[in-house]
């Protein structure tokens, strides 16, 4: 004892009982030898602060730092923390931890929740007699005590192997294994996905062209391809459709899905277990899609089909009579048709209450029975029995309380067990539960009519009982409960022409409109040949760089309808360097006219007229179909001008010398050659 001198005092004595006699007292007896011993190194901080002190907590506290979000152990408190040593940590080698990090963390929240308490802070000895805690996840963790007095936690029997680690803000237990909440089993989830292949149609093109196009990403180009599809040929004037082709592309997409007897995205068991879902008496919503609810077969009702609709009825298929004669039915399957617990009428007692009640006498001697017992007849002798509620030996009578058996009353495990009288209790489902309590099914916050709290335009994820993140969807901000609409002008300017102008629309819809002066979509826009060559210095060579001249010195004839062969590559052009050649350089890659590649092919074998009167270029095929002008192939063909079309080509067009007129002659020539100059010539020399 803490002190021997403490004196107690016998308030009541002598009071009997089977094996032994009990006297009342004034005072409890404590020995110091039972007093838990507590480790107060780090008493002074709070469990947070203790996980990064400490080497021993480094496993968990990765847990904690890398699961998503935040958890209170740097609060106020209380707390009570069961934290898994180092060795239990590493010892979960099957992948599920790392499985949770990179792709379920919420599953590691609700993990880690489940080793938090944060009601009390418990010590190994408040543990003791505390048969079940409730924990941050919303889920019942069952402490017991081993004969040797070891404390255990849950079903798998995981030990405390150091206790009573106090913090400011509560207590520490280190346990050997790792808690694992029934709500994210399987962890890794049983998946089977299915596998779809899908030919799909890349963009249409002109047939000489589709090396230019490419199958969308994921997907593998196919050997044959489509012919006689349409796609639009972008005039200056109008938009006309042609005939092209398109690569056939192989997509091969997998679509998740869940195996039989799992739903929701984690892939949960159903109710009653992936192998007799609903326990047979229902169907399952499952599939990565479903819900997990029961639909019940006709003559079972309730959240797992587990009771028969028609309350008279019960047995396996609901279909044998209740033998319950003066109560009320149990009409779940595998009651055997008894009555529900002290439901019996007065006067009657009994699994099924239809034995009745009577005052016992013998030779009109009263038997002796408990105040709570009821005489039975057993031939000419008479038997005491403890009344429906009760048990004991007829003589002795004590009332039952359900909650404290083992049974817990036939409680869920997630329902308390409320005591009510002798031999009657009722079943309530935890928080975060709903159900009958007999059966409780785990509360999907995303799935009601608040989804959570979650914003419209946020999407709701079920992350454990009655607990849901919510997250904005893309095009929005905010922290799920209230999500702002984004302007989608803000970013890449709306999928705008870097010319256009962007502007929001109701909803997150965009608006591209060109400039003025400009034609196109909004998408696309594009102005006059020069302004387009002006935006397209980088894709040039030098040739076409050299002539992107100020706006007072462009030919009037380069405003006219026109077409543009722009060279893509360098080259050298020592004669050309001069400008008045290189004008005539630069109007032989112009051609008078408005043509698209598509105008061209219809040209094949005939010539094209240039701005240059002397030079004409032919127009062929090469032997991949594509149009050639002169010795030069066009690679980028209809990029559009409000005025004509601008073609890529691979190589510089250069015309016959002898189509470039001669140079205009000098001053002196000019002079020399000219009678009616003679006297200012004359006098020029002498000055």
């Given amino acids: 004892m803490d002190d021997p001198t403490v004196v107690y005092s016998v308030l009541s004595e002598n009071h009997p009982a089977a094996n032994g006699v009990i006297h009342i007292i004034d005072g409890v007896m404590i020995s110091s030898m039972n007093r838990p011993v507590r480790n107060e190194k780090f008493s002074a901080l709070t469990i947070g602060e203790i996980l990064r002190k400490d080497d021993q907590f480094n496993r968990f506290l990765s847990l904690v730092d890398n699961c998503g979000a935040p958890l209170p152990l740097r609060g106020l408190g209380p707390l009570t923390v069961f934290v898994p040593t180092n060795q239990a940590i590493d010892a979960a080698r099957d992948g599920s931890i790392l499985y949770m990090l990179n792709n379920a963390k919420h599953k590691l929240q609700e993990l880690l929740k489940y080793h938090m308490i944060s009601q009390a802070s418990l010590t190994s000895d408040d543990l003791a007699v505390v048969p079940r805690i409730h924990t941050m996840a919303n889920q019942v963790v069952r402490v017991s005590v081993t004969n040797n007095g070891q404390l255990v ?15 400011s803000n509560g207590i520490i237990h280190m346990i050997d294994g790792l808690l694992i909440p029934p709500t994210i089993v399987p962890i890794m989830p049983h998946r089977c996905d299915i596998v779809e292949n899908k030919i799909t149609v890349g963009p249409c093109t002109r047939c000489s062209y589709l090396f230019e196009t490419s199958c969308p990403v994921g997907s593998v180009e196919m050997e044959n391809h489509l012919t006689g599809c ?20 192989n997509t091969t997409k997998t679509v998740a899905e869940c195996c039989k007897g799992f739903y929701g995205p984690d892939c949960k068991p159903c109710i009653g277990g992936f192998e007799n879902p609903c326990f047979g008496k229902g169907t399952c919503s499952d599939g990565m899609k479903g819900d997990g609810s029961c639909s019940c077969r006709l003559g079972f009702e309730g959240v797992a089909c587990h009771i028969c609709s028609d309350h008279r009825k019960h047995g396996e298929n609901c279909d044998e009579e209740c033998r319950c004669v003066h109560g009320v039915c149990d009409n779940r399957p595998g009651s055997r048709g008894r009555c529900r617990s002290a439901s019996c009428s007065e006067g009657f007692s009994g699994d099924f209450c239809d034995k009745q009640e009577m005052a016992c006498n013998s030779d009109g001697l009263m038997e002796h029975c408990h105040i709570h017992a009821v005489c039975s007849y057993s031939g000419v002798d008479t038997v005491c029995t403890c009344r429906d509620g009760y048990e004991g030996d007829g ?33 309530v489902c935890a928080k975060g539960w709903s159900g009958d309590g007999k059966v409780c099914v ?13 914003s419209p335009y946020a999407t709701c994820t079920h992350v454990g009982p009655a607990q849901a993140e919510c997250v904005c969807k893309r095009g929005y901000s905010g922290n799920g409960k209230v999500c702002n609409l984004l302007n989608p002008c803000r970013e890449n300017n709306g999928g705008c022409h870097e010319l256009a102008t962007c502007k929001q629309l109701e909803g997150r819809v965009p608006s591209c409109i060109c400039p003025d002066g400009y034609h196109g979509n909004g998408t696309t826009c594009y102005g006059t040949v020069i302004e387009e060559l002006e935006m397209m210095q980088g894709r040039m060579s030098d040739l076409y760089r050299s002539f992107v001249w100020t706006r007072r010195d462009i030919p009037a004839e380069f405003y006219g309808n026109i077409t543009v062969l722009a060279p893509s590559v360098q080259n050298q052009f020592m004669f050309w360097n001069k400008q008045r050649s290189a004008l005539h350089l630069l109007r032989a890659h112009i051609l008078l006219g408005v043509y698209s590649v598509e105008d061209l092919d219809k040209l094949v074998g005939s010539k094209v007229p240039t701005l240059n009167p002397q030079t004409q270029w032919k127009v062929s095929r090469s032997s991949t179909g594509m149009i050639q002008i002169g010795n030069a192939t066009i690679t980028i063909h209809n990029l559009p001008a409000t005025n004509g079309y601008i073609h890529i080509i691979d190589q510089a067009l250069t015309p016959a010398l002898n189509e470039i007129p001669p140079d205009p002659p000098t001053l002196m020539d000019f002079l020399n050659k000219t009678s009616n100059f003679s006297l200012f010539r004359n006098y020029a020399m002498n000055v």
């Fill in 153 to 167: 936690l849950g079903d798998k029997g995981i030990h405390i192997v150091s206790s009573n680690i106090m913090a």
């Fill in 230 to 249: 349409e796609y639009m040929i972008f005039s200056p004037f109008q938009a006309m459709p042609g005939k092209g082709c398109a690569k056939y592309c």
């Fill in 395 to 427: 003589h002795s009578c004590s009332p039952i309380n359900p909650c404290v058996k083992s049974s817990r009353g036939d409680c869920d495990v997630n329902a308390e067990c409320v005591y009510n009288s002798p031999g009657n209790s009722s079943c």
């Fill in 442 to 454: 785990e509360i999907n916050l995303c799935q009601s009519e608040s989804r959570g709290g979650c």
